[in-house]
């Protein structure tokens, strides 16, 4: 989990027009849209909720006296804020989420159903220009895709204070006074919230942190024998266990074989067919994947999160949006494929491609 300082800031100036507000709160633009992300689920949310968060704080710049830091009192609002959005809501799931796998990859596929799905949360969007490796992998393991789709399990409270002592590493006194609970209070929800986390946590997050030359290899092999159609390649990448889910479908398959037949009978039929472009999304290796049009161009198809690790890919999880290509500062379309890459789409440039 991230451990953040909590330093006092010289807020004499908070008053002194939107200038300096804005100078001394910007620094925790970032960590407030991840903050927001692992409450809600959703990066369009949670962008909408940090304008919201910061026109809140403009409004009631003047009731900052400075008994708690600057930070503290941003959080303040900010869950205040996730706690109202949260009224009512029903929880982002992924597909494993709703039921069990599909035993037939060349069956029909289940429709969409009228579900508001987890979204991705891109790297660029939660780098705070730390070069700490030790901060860096913590940043990575708090925004894991699995730990996500956890958290959404734990009512709103919950959720917030294992985000604000665990992961935002708040003091026990900071948070009560912040939710304007007792400090007993805080531990309790603590306590239940790590009991129901250990229950929804998926295996993916209790394995070792993955290399980063690892992490790459299987990015460029997994990207490489998806642009070829080359299936069995793509099989050897996978682990005996591995999952594939494709919100919004509902549909999903477990095992290693289930993947590869679906994956021959449904979607790598021809080569070049697809491009990708290396990217990043929740501390893992991501592929952004388009699709070849009739007009011979490749567009946006899905966001495809892989869950990577030492004995191979674990989990792929492909968002089938593309609005989230604009979020993660990729192009809305790639043209003919570059001669001499060895592959339709190999050497493309990456916005989000993980930090070595």
Same mark, same amino acid.
């Given at each position: ?6 330093a006092?800031v ?12 804005a100078r ?16 809600l ?9 940090? !304008?919201?968060?910061?026109l809140?704080?403009? &409004?009631?710049h003047?009731?900052?006296? =400075?008994?708690s830091?600057?930070?503290t009192?941003l ?11 949260l009224e ?5 799931p ?19 159903p009228?579900v508001?799905?987890? !979204?991705p949360?891109?790297?660029?969007? @939660? ?6 490796? *030790? ?10 895709l699995?730990?996500?789709? @956890?958290?959404?399990y734990?009512?709103? &409270? ?11 590493a ?6 009560a ?13 603590? !306590?239940?919230?790590?009991?129901q986390?250990d229950?929804a *946590? ?7 942190e993955?290399?980063?030359?690892r ?9 490489t *024998?998806?642009?070829?159609?080359d299936?069995t390649a ?5 682990t ?14 477990? =095992?290693?074989?289930s993947?590869?037949r ?12 697809f491009?990708t472009?290396?990217? @990043?999304?929740? =501390?893992?290796p991501?592929v ?18 892989l ?12 968002? &089938? ?5 604009d979020?993660?500062g990729?192009? &809305?379309?790639?043209?003919p ?7 339709? =789409?190999?050497?493309s ?8």
């Amino acid at each position: 989990m991230t451990q953040t300082t909590d330093a006092r800031v010289d807020v004499g100036g908070l008053s002194d027009g939107p200038d300096v507000f804005a100078r001394l709160t910007s620094p925790y633009r970032q960590e407030l849209l991840a903050y927001c992300y692992r409450m809600l689920g959703s990066i369009h949310d949670a962008e909408d909720l940090v !304008q919201e968060i910061y026109l809140r704080a403009w &409004r009631a710049h003047e009731t900052f006296e =400075g008994r708690s830091s600057l930070r503290t009192w941003l959080y303040r609002i900010a869950t205040n804020a996730c706690l109202t959005a949260l009224e009512n809501r029903k929880r982002r799931p992924l597909p494993s989420g709703l039921g069990g796998p599909a035993e037939d990859p060349e069956g029909p596929m289940a429709p969409p159903p009228e579900v508001t799905w987890l !979204q991705p949360f891109p790297d660029r969007a @939660a780098d705070t220009g730390s070069e700490d490796p *030790a901060a860096i992998v913590a940043a990575r393991s708090s925004l894991r895709l699995a730990l996500i789709a @956890a958290l959404q399990y734990l009512p709103p &409270r919950q959720r917030a204070v294992l985000i604000l002592r665990e992961v935002l590493a708040l003091r026990a006194t900071e948070v009560a006074d912040l939710l304007g609970v007792s400090v007993p209070a805080v531990k309790s929800l603590l !306590q239940r919230a790590r009991a129901q986390l250990d229950q929804a *946590a998926p295996y993916e997050d209790r394995t070792s942190e993955t290399s980063d030359a690892r992490r790459r290899e299987l990015l460029d092999r997994y990207a490489t *024998a998806f642009e070829n159609a080359d299936v069995t390649a793509l099989i050897g990448l996978l682990t005996e266990d591995a999952v594939l889910e494709m919100p919004p479908t509902p549909t999903w398959f477990a =095992g290693r074989e289930s993947i590869g037949r679906f994956f021959a009978s449904r979607v790598l039929t021809e080569p070049s067919l697809f491009r990708t472009v290396p990217t @990043a999304a929740n =501390g893992q290796p991501a592929v952004a994947l388009y699709r070849r049009g009739p007009d011979g161009v490749h567009h946006p198809h899905a966001v495809m999160v892989l869950s990577a690790h030492e004995a191979g890919i674990t989990r792929i999880v492909a968002f &089938r949006d593309p609005d989230l290509f604009d979020l993660f500062g990729l192009p &809305r379309a790639l043209g003919p494929a570059p001669a001499g890459t060895g592959r339709s =789409g190999g050497g493309s440039p990456a916005p989000d491609e993980p930090a070595s």
